[in-house]
Nanobody, 126 residues
Framework: QVQLVESGGGLVRPGESLILSCTAS????????MGWFRRAPGKEREGVSC????????YYADSVKGRFTISRDNAKNTVYLHMNNLKPEDTAIYYC???????????????????WGQGTQVTVSS
């Protein structure tokens, strides 16, 4: 059974940083593209970032490009999202996402989503 557990969210001031973690179980992370998406109140779901497998290609939404970095540690079955220079508009619940199969790769910052975690709240406010 696939399980994704996110952590690392919190309340920060504009310009500060956070690192989100997503620990996966029930499948071998090595073979799967993985993504992060976010959902803010009153807004549509937004694909934030996606990381591939063979060369760890990384893709980002324009809204976070240059500020966020996605990475993976296959030995720990964990995916990270390093968020720098956070802005109030980054406030949202952030979810880690896995596709239905290893055959599904990144579509830019988006991913066909099969499984996601409970989410972690990120609030950016002065």
């Amino acid at each position: 059974q696939v399980q994704l557990v996110e952590s690392g969210g919190g309340l920060v001031r504009p310009g500060e940083s956070l690192i989100l973690s997503c620990t996966a179980s029930g499948f071998t992370l090595d073979y799967y593209a993985m993504g992060w998406f976010r959902r803010a109140p009153g807004k549509e779901r937004e694909g934030v970032s996606c990381i591939g497998t063979s060369d760890n290609s990384a893709y980002y939404a324009d809204s976070v490009k240059g500020r966020f970095t996605i990475s993976r540690d296959n030995a720990k079955n964990t995916v990270y999202l390093h968020m720098n220079n956070l802005k109030p508009e980054d406030t949202a619940i952030y979810y880690c996402a896995a596709p239905p199969s290893a055959a599904h790769g990144c579509d830019g910052a988006n991913l066909v989503i099969e499984s996601w975690g409970q989410g972690t709240q990120v609030t950016v406010s002065s």
